[in-house]
């Protein structure tokens, strides 16, 4: 079989499966992750919620779901970037994606399509702000002291893939509440603390 043919075939297999998983994922309800179920068991109502890297909105849809959103803010420039050496490709069909998925909550919504250190000058105090954008030590380093100021106080600020395959987001995370003298909440793949 041609090189060609083969990658043809694999990514009619992925398109596939990932339609399988979406689907499956609708009708199962998983699971909300960790830090949006630390901000739901403070019972707020109409919150103000960040989501700093959305790629094809699973997690903006769960957030969305999970808690009394009055307003979800969607950061992310939907580039091409490099993460842990690797080039991660992002093209306009993972955007065309995101926004058919997270279609009920139009007018819930804000898109900002900019990268997370120039989108913070559109971005509100919140009540909950959740960084999963670029997971090298420099970048969440610089998420987490640009975004932390916005959080109001008694919300949370949560960061994903707070495991050993990210060693930066473990790394910035502990600096970061260690510097600030705050608690770090963890439980696998989130990492959250709660504005004193
Ligand atoms: C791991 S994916 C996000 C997954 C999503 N939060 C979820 O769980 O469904 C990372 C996303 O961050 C975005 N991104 C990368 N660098 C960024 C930056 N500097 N600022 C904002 N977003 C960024 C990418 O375009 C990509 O869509």
New binding site residues.
């Given amino acids: 079989m041609h090189g060609g043919n083969t990658i043809s075939l694999l990514s009619k297999y992925w398109k596939y499966n990932r339609r399988v998983f979406d689907i499956m994922n609708t009708a199962l309800n998983l699971s909300p992750r960790p830090a949006t179920m630390a901000m739901k068991k403070t019972g707020k109502k109409n919150i103000v919620a960040v ?10 849809r769960s957030i969305l779901r999970t808690l009394d959103i009055e307003h979800l803010y969607l ?5 091409t ?1 490099t993460c842990g050496g690797f080039e ?1 490709k ?1 093209d306009d069909k ?1 955007l065309k994606e995101a926004k058919r998925k997270l279609k009920p909550w139009k007018d819930k919504i804000s898109w900002v399509h900019k ?2 250190d120039i ?1 913070i000058y559109e971005i509100p105090d919140a009540d909950f702000i959740y960084l ?3 997971h090298d030590y420099e ?1 969440i380093t610089k998420d987490l002291s640009l975004y932390y100021p916005k959080v109001k106080v008694g919300g949370i600020l949560a960061s ?1 893939d707070f495991k050993c395959f990210h060693l930066g987001v473990i790394k910035a995370a502990v600096e970061f509440t260690n510097i600030h003298k705050l608690s770090l909440n963890a439980e696998p793949d989130d990492c959250w603390m709660v504005k004193p």
């Fill in positions: 989501e700093v890297g959305v790629f094809y909105g699973d997690n903006a950061v992310d420039p939907y580039k970037y991660v992002i993972i990268y997370s989108a999963d954008a670029n970048f994903h």
